[in-house]
């Protein structure tokens, strides 16, 4: 083929992978907005820029500096170009990129999809953004030496300072009009959406175009918003990809409200949901205080956040009432991170199931804030964890949930801590080698039960109540799997009354998969406290006591149904009844599987 006609293609192939190149891991760097509102001037950028790299930090990986709102002229140039108010940036902005760039750092411009920058002054303070001035801006930002540029939502329409979905312009054109500018210019730019979540299916049109995309109302100095982000982030996580992260918003950590312990938790979920890390504390003439510096500056905990793997931590299990998550994801090289976070007053022992993480063990535990190693986790893991904490663990030499090692002793083969999550007597073991055509498996000491093992080493139909045994197998055997059938499991649609019938041939308790959906994303409510992206539903079996789950956003849209995790108690041998009651707001249960 001729050059000729390769050309087009290899056009093709670079504006199709354009967005990835900018940038593999989350980026990292410092803000001025959560500390400085729109009023930070050129003095204060320029000396935290140099605290980011006095005090360590820029040798962590925090380079991109962005000087938030606040920046712009009223008007544009007699060209129409955008420029600086003069009185904050008396030097102007190409000296300041130039400034940044030599020490080491990476310019980050800030600008909108509307007509005006936000500002909390509103219609007071109309300061210029790029709508319609997209390819001149690209290019002026370019010329200053820009590096990334974050790209904001206010004016959409030029009218109102917020345009509320579903009144908004399609903000996917504003956005994606940007995208093709910064593209089209020589300086690679790292392009921040930030369109706050609101309107449907953020991250379909967002991860086309955008490295990051800001997926909820603004961070507020406060621990519920925390929860409330944390809420939002849950059925995004799994788009999470090198070049494309969802954006939880910049630090608060250092802004002297979020305790030690809260602001570990805080920047703990950041980093593993892989958003970019900006700092949003004042480090200039030593504001900074000592706990939050050794918080940014903890290596092991942006290792997390920088893995090449990019993939995000997903919520595996909540337990509302004790007021406490399971978070887990993978990392490179087949390693994985668990958080278990106490959303609680309290500090609490919390004892958490590998398997319900995926693993039965591991060979390798690095508490990550302790900087300790522990030995080797098998089967559950129990720590203190303070009033608002979290244990933040990273795992290594994983085992897969449900394989056990036993100890061979003269009378058979013994298996401590055998998990199983659910209450059923459709458990299937594999014993391997399968020595015997009938083994006799004693189940936590009791009646030995005699069955008949297939040559495959499989023993079907065994009763298991959810929780830990011990079982005794009559041979000598290396390894036991346990399994649960999977005809055992059983979708039902929710009737308009919400109870359900559930035949079970054991008593206990049993993990249900509950299909929901909660699109109620707090924005308006997300200042107060008083919108924590959550909704409530109680659960109670045989009419025995109710108990609540709070139920985070369920995916992009009112159509898009998400799936939660719980247990319930009080099940017993023959027809059970399992309602659901105080279903919150506009919340949709759509229907429950029942474990068992
Ligand atoms: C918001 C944005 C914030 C900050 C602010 C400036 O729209 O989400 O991160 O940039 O505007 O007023």
Request: aromatic share 10%; proline share 4%.
């Amino acid at each position: 083929m001729s050059i000729h006609k390769l050309l087009p293609l290899v056009l093709f192939i670079v504006t199709a992978n354009a967005v990835n190149k900018h940038t593999t891991t989350p980026p990292m760097g410092w803000n001025s907005y959560n500390h400085y509102s729109c009023y930070a001037n050129e003095t204060q950028i320029q000396s935290n820029a140099q605290a980011l790299v006095d005090l360590g930090l820029a040798s962590v990986g925090y380079t991109y500096v962005v000087p938030d709102c606040g920046w712009s002229a009223k008007t544009r140039t007699s060209e129409g170009k955008i420029t600086w108010n003069e009185t904050f940036y008396p030097s102007g902005f190409p000296a300041l990129g130039k400034k940044l760039h030599s020490l080491g750092l990476m310019f980050g411009i800030y600008s909108g999809a509307g007509t005006w920058q936000c500002h909390p002054e509103g219609a007071n303070y109309l300061i210029q953004a790029s709508l319609g001035h997209e390819k001149e801006d690209a290019q002026t930002f370019s010329d200053w030496g820009g590096d990334y540029l974050k790209y904001d939502n206010c004016w959409a329409d030029g009218k109102n300072f917020v345009v509320y979905y579903p009144n908004e312009t399609d903000p996917s054109a504003r956005f994606r009009k940007m995208a093709t500018e910064i593209d089209a210019v020589p300086r690679d730019f790292v392009y921040g959406i930030c369109q706050w979540g609101v309107g449907n299916n953020l991250e379909r049109w967002a991860s086309k175009i955008g490295n990051n995309w800001r997926m909820s109302n603004d961070i507020t100095n406060a621990w519920h918003s925390i929860f409330r982000i944390t809420n939002q982030v849950v059925p995004l996580a799994r788009y999470s990809k090198p070049g494309g992260y969802n954006d939880m918003d910049m630090l608060m950590v250092g802004n002297g409200v979020l305790t030690p312990e809260e602001s570990r938790t805080h920047f703990s979920i950041w980093a593993m949901e892989k958003s970019p890390l900006f700092i949003g504390a004042a480090l200039e003439n030593n504001l900074l205080d000592a706990d939050a510096l050794k918080i940014f500056s903890n290596k092991e905990v942006v290792a997390i956040n920088q893995d090449l793997l990019g993939r995000a931590a997903e919520l595996v299990r909540r337990f509302s009432e004790e007021e406490y998550d399971v978070w887990a994801g993978p990392l490179a090289g087949d390693g994985m991170v668990v958080a278990v976070i106490n959303w609680g007053a309290t500090e609490r022992n919390i004892t958490i199931n590998l398997p319900d993480v995926g693993i039965q063990s591991a060979k390798k535990a690095r508490d990550v804030w302790a900087a300790t190693d522990l030995d080797g986790l098998d089967t559950t893991y129990s720590a203190l964890i303070p009033s608002h904490g979290v244990k933040l663990l990273r795992l290594e030499g994983l085992t897969k949930a449900g394989e056990y090692t036993g100890k061979i002793g003269s009378d058979g083969t013994a298996f401590k801590n055998v998990y199983a999550f659910t209450s059923s007597s459709n458990y299937t073991i594999t014993i391997t080698p399968a020595t015997a055509s009938r083994v006799s498996l004693i189940i936590d000491g009791k009646n030995p039960i005699t069955r008949p093992v297939s040559r495959s080493g499989i023993i079907t139909d065994v009763s298991l109540s959810a929780g830990l045994h011990e079982l005794r197998v009559s041979s000598r055997t290396k390894s036991l799997r346990l399994a649960l059938s999977d005809f055992s499991k059983e979708y039902q649609d929710a009737p308009a009354s919400l109870s359900f019938n559930v035949d079970s041939t054991i008593s206990g308790s049993k993990v249900v998969d509950v299909s929901y959906i909660n699109y109620d994303l707090s924005f308006d409510k997300a200042w107060s406290g008083e919108g924590l992206n959550v909704l409530n539903a109680t659960f109670s079996v045989n009419g025995g006591k109710g108990k609540t789950w709070r139920f985070p956003i369920s995916g992009q849209s009112w159509e898009e149904v998400g799936t939660m995790r719980i247990e319930l108690d009080g099940f017993r041998n023959g027809r059970n009844v399992v309602n659901i009651t105080g279903v919150e707001g506009k919340m949709i249960v759509k229907g429950v599987e029942i474990w068992g």
